[in-house]
């Protein structure tokens, strides 16, 4: 890569082994060394990697803050690794817009706390929110707990800034809460998983921060009267700004990892948010504690102060790194189904948990359908233990694409679910994805080996 070196001076690409390693591989088990690592500190940093590249047909795997879940910044075919995290400055925060500008390897707790600092609101909450990039973020069009009522990661995205496979760079969108303006170019690059160009700027949208919110913490017996509160908190036409579940196994990882004195008792959990004026709170946050009464609790808690609050979501958060801290590997599914579905698909892992002696742990966004299934497997050293999960997996997205669902909600296919990719679209949509790669990146230099091939 000597020519690249030219063109990138002052030290910005690397090939010595450490940087290498750090380079290869994300939280999922593939890992493949690149070639060499460009730490890009502008546009034109990009810019100049990817003409390089372009000239030289040579592959461009971006990466933001490597936390991904299903090894999209793995640059499986070598070539250039090429990180955003150094391009990490807010340049804007304008209140009066509700807009922030932000460089792609911004980390997305760091532009919370910022906007909030001025009285706004940046709502989508991954659970690695204090590692994770908006660059990944808008790559992965991530979620979490707050998108039942917020929405996700597209919904706050007026406008990027895209370097394109070749070389030039495109504006779309703008900083305007509404835009209708010819086709939908910043939806076509949120979740484009660094296959069609690579975001170099990302204009978001900011809410007014809601003044007061509270919690509530609730436990069942069983994880179908938890799924069955779900139906009831929104049947009676409550929309709590987060509505998360999570399962015995789960739980008792979480009683092991954070501490037995901070889990509830019971074998199934649910939590909620509310959030708004103080007055609204307060009342909605009665109505809802009446009805979760009713419902054959094992315990019913409220939070109102914010640090109590954040005292709880500390602890929700925890769940993913709970279940790693078994020392199982962890494979994290991130599927969705139709939200009538909970029950079953409780059922369901239940069923293939008996079958496959793998442990099932599930949590997530009950409030839509959007739940994290993880198999529990031994460390994934070789071949059968492969082939096994794989067959385990093929059962639930097979069902899970029967019922409608679908195999992410958020964390993407990246090689994880390369192999279900076909399964889960339309050969026309199929058509349709292979059109747009081929006329954004004819040469197939961006991500390649992810789930176009
Ligand atoms: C403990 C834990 C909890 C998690 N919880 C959630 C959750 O609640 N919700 C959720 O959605 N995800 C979650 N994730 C998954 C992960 O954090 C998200 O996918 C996140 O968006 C990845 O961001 P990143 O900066 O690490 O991206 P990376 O892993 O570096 O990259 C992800 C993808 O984006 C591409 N990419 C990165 N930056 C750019 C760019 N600037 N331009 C173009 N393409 C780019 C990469 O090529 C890759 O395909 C969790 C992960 C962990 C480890």
């Given amino acids: 890569m000597e020519g690249l070196e030219l063109l990138l001076p002052g030290n910005l690409v ?81 209140v009066e817009d509700g807009v922030a500008i932000v460089e792609p390897g911004v980390i997305t707790n760091d532009l919370q706390q910022a906007v ?85 700027e990302v204009t978001l949208r900011l809410l007014p921060n809601p003044p007061a919110r509270a919690m509530i913490s609730c436990s069942f017996r069983e994880f179908h009267e938890a799924a069955n509160a779900v139906q009831r908190v929104l049947g009676a036409g409550h929309l709590p700004s987060a509505l998360e579940i999570s399962d015995k196994f789960t739980l008792q990882a979480a009683r092991e990892h954070v501490g037995r004195e901070l889990i509830p008792d019971g074998d199934a959990h649910l939590l909620l948010e509310i959030d708004g004026q103080e007055s609204s709170v307060q009342s909605e946050c009665a109505q809802l504690e009446k009805l979760l009464d009713e419902l054959n609790v094992v315990t019913l808690a409220s939070a109102v102060p914010e640090e109590e609050c954040e005292r709880i979501w500390e602890i929700r958060r925890a769940f993913s790194y709970s279940l790693r801290a078994t020392g199982l590997t962890k494979l994290n599914e991130d ?37 994290h299934v993880n198999i529990m497997v031994p460390p994934m050293e070789n071949e059968s233990n492969l082939k096994q999960v794989d067959e385990a997996l093929d059962r639930l997205f097979t069902q899970i694409l029967a019922w409608g669902g679908v195999v992410s909600g958020e964390h993407g296919i990246g090689l ?31 991500n390649p080996g992810k789930f176009l091939g």
């Fill in 116 to 200: 909030l600092e001025k009285g706004l609101f940046y709502p989508p909450d991954p659970a690695s929110l204090k590692e994770c990039s908006l660059g990944g973020n808008v790559a992965t069009n991530a979620g979490g707990p707050r998108c039942v009522k917020y929405g996700v990661t597209r919904q706050y995205i007026l406008g990027l800034e895209v370097v394109l496979a070749d070389g030039q760079v495109l504006q779309c969108g703008s900083r305007c809460h509404k835009n209708k303006t010819g086709f939908d170019l910043v939806g076509m690059f949120v979740g484009s998983e660094g296959m069609l160009g690579i975001v170099t």
């Fill in 416 to 446: 994880a679910k390369k192999r279900w990719f076909s399964q889960a679209v339309s050969p026309v949509a199929m058509q349709v994805h292979q059109t747009m790669k081929q006329a954004l990146d004819p040469k197939g230099i961006l």
């Fill in 14 to 94: 690397r090939t010595d082994p450490a940087t290498i390693e750090a380079h290869s591989q994300d939280r999922w088990h593939a890992a493949e060394a690149p070639s060499c690592v460009v730490l890009a500190k502008s546009t034109s940093d990009v810019q100049k990697t990817l003409q390089f590249a372009h000239l030289h047909e040579i592959p461009v795997t971006a990466r933001g803050a490597g936390v991904g879940y299903v090894g999209g910044c793995v640059p499986i075919q070598r070539g250039i690794a090429l990180s955003l995290a150094e391009m990490n400055s807010i340049k804007e925060i304008h």
């Fill in 335 to 371: 599927i969705v189904v139709p939200r009538g579905r909970l029950v079953d698909l409780a059922k369901f892992s239940e069923q293939l948990q008996e079958e496959t002696g793998y442990s099932i742990a599930s949590f997530g966004h009950a409030g839509d359908g959007n739940i």
